[in-house]
């Protein structure tokens, strides 16, 4: 496979027409009360299940179709559901996916669950996870296969009796896929399902997974509960990104018993950090998507059940009002979403997609809350209250979200005032020199902040020192304390990131002692060698791809560290330089002490004529070049550019407008006059 495509969405729908028996007529669902747009009815299912998005387990994300799935894994995930307090949380459902079947049905055309995972059967398992107090689902495709190779059977053609014998086991979710569909037309597919389900008379959420390839969000609000709107996720941070942002505009289709689906969560899976699951579980929430715990609860860590286990977020999601979070503002990777909630509060999440920390900001009117003196702040994710006077406001870390409850509550000053914490900058320090930095702490409510103490903690042995006033008595409403640093970091201080946090410790009026903190870092840095520095041998700031690791004198390849070939561009090999893939930045240290900068850039030849991409060189905050769009045609292209007195330079990557499939982009004989 080339780039980043999903390679569990490469299975091919046949092109046969299926038998006219095997079809029925469209059948819309009675229209009710819903309405999508606020001008369009979207008529929905009539029975009332998935009032809020389905809340559950899954196990694709974990196990794919290793031998691990199993009936001891899926009674250990029902049995953790209780003893970790899931299910209290909110969690329902436990669901088998792909490959619970034998590839063949039985002699009477039945579905036959593999002996090996399965030996029990499946109702005995259903009946256990029922027996807990849980509710149980199941997998199979629109289409005459599954979608794993081994080739399950599918529900084409089979929707009645595959439905009945679904029934009978006592399955209360069904995930219908869209494998080796003949090239039957969707809505027909999934509509006869959906009528072979309720011809069963059990009340049995439906769940449509064709990958947003039909628009399901157009035509599915009566034929299932939630519908797929894109390809499978993957575990890691561009995946999840790329998912959101083909999900959030989709809001105004999402209501009470038809949700957009952005497919199951990775949270714990490994592929991401810890700031990185609370997002994706954040903007899950704000989406009002389905909660499926994709990560094998038997092994995750304290932080896994910590983020799943979110009331303050969960509550987001299930909010009992279904509006989806819509965009207010997304300007540079920061991220403004809102949504509105059945009492009148607001959600709002700060969103920060940039790899620095970046304060995000907006304000209760622009959240759509009434004018009022004062606002009650919950912050979902410290768990804690405080007030605004209408500033909503956060220094968001890098790949973080802040996530607030908004209310207009007429008790506001009850709570302390909110204080915003920020740096102005990722301090670079070079060790045995001394580095600044300047800190603020901001009052955002209308009483004071009193006895604030700002403290800047930096690592073992290194020295820091406040040269402005770090504390004050009382900090009215409104204002700022700011505060100067003097960092150093101790001569052979091994280059890297370390952790510098800030943290603003405040009383407030009623003796209510608040620590606000600001997970902030420092990179101690080495100036580049005087002469010519290629770019793969000068360490890293920092590097963000969109595909595999950025790699050092070979292409980017496939997700692997390591596996690219030469750097080809339009048949010319380059024996140094940096092989990325869209959305790609590389940044490096280079201290004022740089000239030029100069590569060959282009598509590498691994994507054949596909691809396209953007190249951009930044000097501290300026574009000094930049190539515009580039094929997998185009040959390579020369880049050079001034750097001259530029501490930090980045090397960034778009995607040419078009997504980041096949942006294998090579910065070839990438180098640095210093
Ligand atoms: C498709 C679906 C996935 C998963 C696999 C199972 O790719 O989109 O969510 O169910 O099939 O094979």
Redesign the pocket.
């Known amino acids: 496979m080339v780039g980043a495509l999903?390679a569990?969405?490469l299975?091919t729908a046949g092109v046969t027409a299926l038998p006219a028996a095997a079809r029925t007529p469209d059948t819309p669902g009675p229209a009710d009360t819903a309405h999508t747009t606020g001008t369009t009815p979207a008529p929905r299912l009539p029975d009332g299940l998935a009032k809020t998005p389905p809340m559950g387990f899954n196990n694709?994300n974990s196990t794919?179709?290793r031998a691990e799935f199993n009936e001891e894994m899926v009674k250990g995930i029902a049995d953790l559901f209780i003893a970790k307090g899931l299910k209290d949380a909110g969690y329902q459902y436990v669901n088998l996916?792909?490959?619970w079947a034998l590839p063949t049905r039985d002699g009477n055309g039945k579905l036959v669950p593999d002996p090996q995972r399965f030996p029990n059967g499946i109702k005995a398992v259903a009946d256990y996870v029922h027996s807990k107090g849980l509710k149980f689902g199941i997998?199979t495709s629109a289409g005459i296969k599954?979608?794993?190779p081994a080739g399950f059977p599918g529900g084409l053609g089979h929707e009645k009796s595959d439905a009945q014998q679904f029934a009978d086991w006592g399955v209360d979710y069904l995930?219908y896929?869209?494998?080796n569909n003949l090239g039957v037309d969707a809505k027909q597919r999934y509509r006869t399902m959906r009528d072979a389900l309720k011809a069963t008379g059990r009340p049995i959420v439906y769940s449509i997974?064709e990958?947003g390839e039909n628009k399901p969000w157009e035509w599915a609000s009566d034929v299932g509960h939630l519908w797929?709107t894109t390809?499978?996720i993957s575990d890691s941070w561009s995946s999840m990104l790329a998912i959101a942002k083909q999900n959030l505009p989709l809001a105004p289709y999402a209501g009470p018993g038809r949700w957009n689906d952005p497919?199951?969560l990775e949270v714990g899976n490994g592929g991401m950090t810890d700031t990185e699951y609370r997002s994706h579980f954040s903007l899950w929430s704000m989406m009002a998507a389905p909660l499926l715990i994709g990560s094998d609860l038997r092994k995750a860590t304290p932080e896994t059940f910590e983020i799943l286990s979110n009331k303050d977020v969960i509550a987001i999601d299930q909010d009992a009002l279904g509006k989806q979070a819509t965009v207010l503002k997304s300007e540079s990777g920061r991220w403004t979403l809102v949504r509105q909630l059945a009492n009148g509060d607001r959600a709002v999440a700060l969103f920060n997609e940039t790899g620095q920390p970046q304060q995000i900001s907006t304000t209760a009117k622009d959240v759509g809350l009434p004018q009022a003196d004062g606002y009650r702040l919950r912050d979902l994710w410290q768990h804690r209250d405080t007030h605004t006077t209408g500033t909503i406001s956060a220094t968001v870390p890098a790949h973080g979200t802040t996530v607030y409850r908004v209310s207009a509550d007429r008790r506001w000053a009850d709570y302390p005032p909110a204080v915003e914490t920020g740096t102005d900058r990722t301090p670079l320090v070079e060790a045995g020199t001394p580095a600044d930095l300047r800190s603020t702490v901001r009052n955002l409510g209308g009483t004071p902040a009193k006895n604030l103490a700002v403290t800047l903690k930096a690592p073992q042995g290194w020295q820091i020192k406040a040269t402005s006033p770090a504390t004050a008595r009382a900090l009215p409403g409104g204002r700022t304390l700011t505060t100067s640093w003097r960092i150093t970091a101790p001569a052979g201080a091994a280059p890297g990131t370390y952790d510098l946090p800030l943290t603003a410790d405040y009383r407030s009026p009623r003796g209510e002692r608040v620590t606000a903190a600001l997970p902030g870092t420092a990179h101690v840095v080495v100036p580049p060698p005087s002469g010519t520095a290629y770019a793969a041998e000068l360490p890293w700031l920092t590097a963000a791809n969109g595909w595999g690791p950025v790699e050092k004198n070979t292409s980017v390849g496939e997700s692997a560290s390591g596996d690219g070939g030469p750097i080809t561009i339009g048949g010319t090999g380059f024996a140094r330089g940096l092989g990325v893939h869209a959305a790609s930045e590389v940044s490096f240290y280079t201290g004022g002490r740089c000239s030029t900068f100069s590569a060959q850039v282009g598509i590498d030849d691994e994507s054949g004529d596909k691809g396209s991409a953007g190249f951009e060189v930044w000097a501290d905050g300026r574009r000094v070049a930049g190539t515009g769009t580039l094929t997998g045609a185009d040959a390579a292209k020369a880049v050079s550019a001034s750097v001259a007195g530029a501490q930090t330079v980045r090397l960034v990557v778009t995607d040419g407008g078009d997504g980041i499939d096949y942006d294998h982009a090579d910065w070839g004989d990438a180098k640095f006059s210093c």
């Open positions: 999903s569990a969405l299975c694709w794919h179709c996916d792909d490959c997998y599954t979608c794993n995930k896929d869209n494998c997974c990958w797929r390809g499978d497919d199951m």
